[in-house]
């Protein structure tokens, strides 16, 4: 039987232009991630199946590409339900093995914990534009400060990097609090149990409108009355563009639901961070903004950006998840930029990395002896220590077409060695 040439759906081959164009990206994020003091960590792409299984992804544990058992443990006659074949899968996200991290080495870090991760996630969901089966997520998240002074750096921090790779692209930043969207849900009479539902259909108020939220909400079986007021206070929010005038709405009308604290939070963030701001940008408090994973304990926000639908960056805090581990709960807050999107976007505007020192190739002709060959290592080297980005490889058969693929990816200077002699 004849292999299959094509990658698998969902997943891609990176040809050498857009490898350029990531690593290019990744080394701003890299840059200035750290320049801001977080860490760079790594942690394993497999997770036990109980941690990723756990009630913290939402819908993305519905998406788990899982891992049988290996060997003697896999007994396909014996077993009776799923967790008899499977004890591991990809992470879904980089946040859950983040916090497993930081359970099993806390006594090993410094506290408060900045950390960057930088990987691959895996999701079984439906490919489509900016959106595969297999992609890299880039995350800073600040573990161990329940100040809001972590929501405060990790904004600045990822609305600054976004600025430097999309330079052209305007984007906004829609920031919430978990707790307000509980808050509006009880005090519009909504039953506790009812809570998740409605998140769900107000997750989808950009795609159905006002009007779609309250059909599926009535169609959800809550009282027509409830469902109106519920309306009525989003109605009521949406109508507006001041940040100030909505949080104080949501103040008097949550009084003994909502503690004064958690709108007082919201406003120093959004405050602060439009003094302290590097990027032309946006920020804006949405009442309708939800997040779907179910690890979110407080401030939740997320970034859109000119050119693309959805979001291209998002994150939040997790004060939970940590204690899920261990028998300490610790404070913890993250962002994490969608990097295949950022990708998408700048391919589409044939965007251009800035330009890298020369590249020079050395293309010497097959069975030039030792001395011809460690002479060009050695002229390699020297152009190395100017900064040169250097090839020395064969050269092929179709010498002109293999410069013209070597221009390609911006070599620019080219030096051919023979086995009679050394000529350019």
């Known amino acids: 039987m004849a292999f299959v040439k094509k990658s698998m759906t969902g997943m891609k081959d990176i040809l050498p232009k857009e490898m350029e164009l990531r690593e290019y990206l990744l080394g701003i994020i890299q840059s200035s991630y750290k320049s801001y003091g977080f860490n760079r960590i790594e942690t394993p792409a497999l997770e036990d199946i109980s941690n990723l299984t756990g009630g913290q992804g939402g819908d993305n544990e519905k998406l788990i590409f899982k891992i049988l058992k290996r060997g003697e443990k896999l007994n396909l006659e014996t077993a009776k339900k799923e967790n008899d074949l499977v004890d591991a899968g990809l992470r879904y996200d980089l946040t859950v093995p983040l916090a497993r991290y930081y359970a099993n080495n806390s006594d090993k870090l410094i506290s408060p914990f900045k950390s960057l991760q930088i990987g691959s996630v895996w999701r079984a969901e439906r490919p489509q534009k900016g959106r595969f089966r297999q992609f890299t997520q880039c995350d800073i998240d600040i573990l161990g400060d329940a100040t809001n002074a972590a929501e405060i750096e990790l904004i600045l921090a990822t609305t600054g990097v976004l600025s430097k790779l ?74 507006s563009t001041d940040n100030k005038f909505k949080l104080e709405f949501i103040r008097e009308n949550t009084k003994e639901i909502l503690p004064d604290d958690c709108i007082d939070g919201l406003l120093t963030i959004i405050n602060v961070v439009e003094e302290c701001k590097t990027a032309d940008f946006n920020i804006i408090f949405d009442a309708s903004l939800v997040r779907g994973m179910g690890y979110y304990t407080g401030t939740i926000f997320e970034v859109s950006m000119e050119g693309f639908s959805g979001s291209v960056a998002g994150g939040g805090r997790y004060d939970k998840v940590i204690g899920k581990f261990s028998s300490k709960e610790v404070p913890a807050c993250g962002f994490s930029i969608g990097f295949e999107r950022i990708v998408t976007i700048l391919m589409e505007e044939n965007f251009e990395p800035e330009k890298e020192p020369v590249k020079k190739a050395y293309l010497y002709e097959k069975g030039l002896n030792d001395s011809a060959f460690i002479d060009i290592l050695h002229k390699a080297k020297e152009d190395r220590k100017k900064g040169l980005t250097v090839l020395v490889t064969a050269m092929n058969k179709n010498k002109k077409f293999q410069k013209e693929q070597l221009s390609l990816q911006g070599y620019t200077e080219f030096t051919e060695v023979y086995r009679e002699e050394l000529k350019k």
């Open 166 to 239: 999309c330079p052209k692209n305007k984007f906004t930043l829609r920031i919430n609090d978990r707790n307000i969207l509980s808050a509006l849900v009880k005090a519009s009479g909504i039953e506790e149990k009812d809570m998740s539902a409605v998140f769900i259909i107000l997750d989808k108020l950009d795609k159905i409108g006002i009007e779609g939220v309250k059909k599926e909400l009535t169609q959800l079986g809550i009282d027509k009355e409830k469902v109106e007021n519920y309306i009525a206070i989003i109605n009521k929010l949406e109508s």
